[in-house]
């Protein structure tokens, strides 16, 4: 791939997901910057409540440096705003998964169905995932920190800590008692669960890729295991950090919108709730772990190199 043949599938990610980005869930980032700049505490917003409708049914679930991050953006109305940020994060994605040959197979996360409901939402989960292999990203921590402890283990350049603890006191001098009001409102939700309790009884299966421990790419997994996610296919396009193969990335795309397809047309018999953790497990994890356990068969000079300094 050439410097231009890249440059043009990093502009064509960027475009097709500005112009699909939907952004529903971008609404609680993108109020509580507007609150913040009307010198309002976000995470006290008595319009809050679980007995009100979506967009209101929730808090906000968010760390301060995310919504300090999402305060430029309220000069663009809403859709547009959240337009820029699934554009933009989508740019950095494809810009990290094309830095070298080995990596490219990961592009084809843009066209699974986690991406398609990422894009639907605009989530965090694209950032995480790049922040494997570019160690600045390492700061995306501070804005989706359950997620991103999966990968931080992976960043080599711990000098960004010293970046991170910056914005953190940043952070503390604009409002002082956001890390206990944020705390408040995760407390109170049952929404993230790492899957090896939400995927239960199924996920003591999952720990046979600690039978690859040598592997980063079983590391990887086995943490993912054990960190808080939503279970509504977004949060799981980590999993594409998974495959060392382009076999193995086409076989996780093709699973996931299985599962995905499955989850539409069931919801309504069981619940999406339920539809949700089937899909969870045999679309997208037991999928990943065959990956972990055999993919490296193929290629094991591929196992996946996480981000240098």
Request: hydrophobic content about 50%.
């Amino acid at each position: 791939m050439t410097t231009r043949e890249r440059a043009a599938v990093i502009a064509a990610c960027v475009a097709v997901s500005f112009v699909l980005a939907d952004g529903q869930d971008f609404s609680w980032l993108y109020r509580g910057a507007e609150q913040l700049l009307d010198g309002a505490n976000p995470y006290k917003d008595a319009r809050y409540s679980t007995d009100n409708p979506y967009p209101w049914d929730f808090p906000l679930y968010y760390p301060l440096p995310a919504v300090l991050l999402a305060v430029p953006l309220t000069v663009l109305p809403y859709s547009l705003a959240a337009s820029t940020f699934a554009g933009a994060s989508a740019g950095v994605l494809a810009y990290a998964v094309t830095k070298h040959r080995k990596d490219w197979h990961r592009l084809l996360v843009f066209v699974s169905a986690c991406y398609y409901v990422v894009l639907i939402t605009v989530q965090w989960s694209p950032l995480v995932m790049a922040a494997y292999f570019l160690a600045p990203l390492c700061l995306v921590a501070l804005c989706k920190p359950s997620l991103a402890l999966a990968v931080l283990p992976f960043n080599k350049d711990w000098r960004w800590a010293f970046v991170g603890v910056a914005i953190v006191l940043l952070s503390l001098v604009i409002l002082p008692s956001w890390p206990l009001d944020w705390l408040h409102n995760v407390s109170s939700s049952e929404r993230h669960l790492p899957p090896i309790i939400k995927l239960l009884p199924f996920s003591p299966l999952l720990l046979l890729a600690a039978t690859r421990w040598h592997q980063p790419n079983a590391k990887l997994f086995l943490l993912l295991l054990f960190v808080p996610q939503y279970f509504n296919f977004y949060d799981q396009v980590l999993l594409w950090l998974l495959p060392v193969t382009w076999r193995g990335s086409l076989g996780l795309v093709a699973s996931s919108w299985l599962g995905y397809v499955f989850v539409e047309t069931t919801k309504g018999s069981m619940g999406h709730g339920e539809a949700l953790q089937i899909a969870s497990f045999f679309a997208l994890y037991l999928p990943a772990l065959l990956v972990v356990l055999l993919d490296h068969v193929a290629n094991p000079s591929l196992i996946p190199s996480p981000s240098r300094p």
